[in-house]
């Protein structure tokens, strides 16, 4: 079954320090990638998304993700930490471009 | 322009209880999806209104469950009669248009507690 995969369902990072996410998916077609984030009491918020263009992507508030088919990963970046960073993040894919399929999400804290 | 809006917040009922939950989409989406996330899970697909039709409703857990979308407005979803698996966050989305990775807006979500 296809499905999406995020390494890490929390991560700690220093202010400052670089913020990698871990995203994986399961299958030989490549599929339409989304990085959602939703911040306390918040809904859920799209930060980028590929759609086979670049396959480095550049999306709100700092954050990037590059697409790569060899690995089927789709990794969110972003250099430098801020305090506002601090949220949930969730990799989501769709195949048939309607229904999204979500990974588990990744809670993100930032240390002062 | 106002983004989707889901109301309540916040619900708590006890086991056996009936619960409905409203989503009012972007103004001029005909697309509409519910979502739900049980706790400690991943977030999951549940159904897709195209206006007011039925596209797909595969997700749906079983038929406590009725969502509804008079007129291709807003939707409801009913929880009847509601069991204590059903606890969750329940997040309505919607997009103008499908296909091509079209992005879909997400409400705050209803967080639903059945006692």
């Known amino acids: 079954a296809q499905s999406v995969t995020q390494l890490g369902s929390h991560v700690s990072v220093s202010e400052g320090a670089l913020v990698l996410l871990r995203c994986n998916y399961s299958?030989?077609?490549?599929?339409?990638l989304f990085w959602y984030v939703q911040y306390p009491n918040q809904g859920l918020q799209l930060l980028l998304k590929y759609t086979s263009a670049a396959t480095l992507v550049k999306g709100i508030n700092g954050f990037e993700a590059e697409f790569k088919k060899s690995e089927t990963s789709f990794h969110l970046t972003k250099p430098s930490a801020h305090m506002s960073d601090a949220a949930e993040y969730f990799c989501?894919?769709?195949?048939?471009?309607?229904?999204?399929?979500f990974g588990a999400g990744t809670t993100v804290t930032v240390r002062a | 322009e106002a983004g989707v809006t889901q109301f309540p917040s916040h619900s708590v009922i006890e086991k056996g209880q009936t619960v409905t939950l409203r989503c009012d989409p972007i103004?001029?989406?005909?697309?509409l999806y519910w979502y739900r996330r049980v706790m400690g899970k991943e977030i999951k697909f549940l159904l897709h209104?195209?206006?007011?039709?039925?596209?797909?409703e595969s997700g749906m857990p079983n038929n406590r469950f009725l969502a509804e979308r008079t007129g291709g407005t807003y939707s409801t979803l009913k929880v009847q009669p509601a069991e204590l698996e059903d606890s969750g966050v329940y997040f309505c989305?919607?997009?103008?248009?499908?296909?091509?990775?079209?992005?879909?807006?997400f409400g705050q979500g209803t967080r639903l507690t059945v006692v």
């Open positions: 209104f195209v206006k007011e039709s039925k596209q797909d």
């Open positions: 989305a919607s997009s103008q248009q499908r296909g091509g990775g079209t992005e879909a807006f």
């Open positions: 299958s030989s077609v490549p599929p339409y």
């Open positions: 989501a894919v769709t195949w048939n471009d309607y229904k999204l399929s």
């Open positions: 103004s001029g989406h005909d697309n």
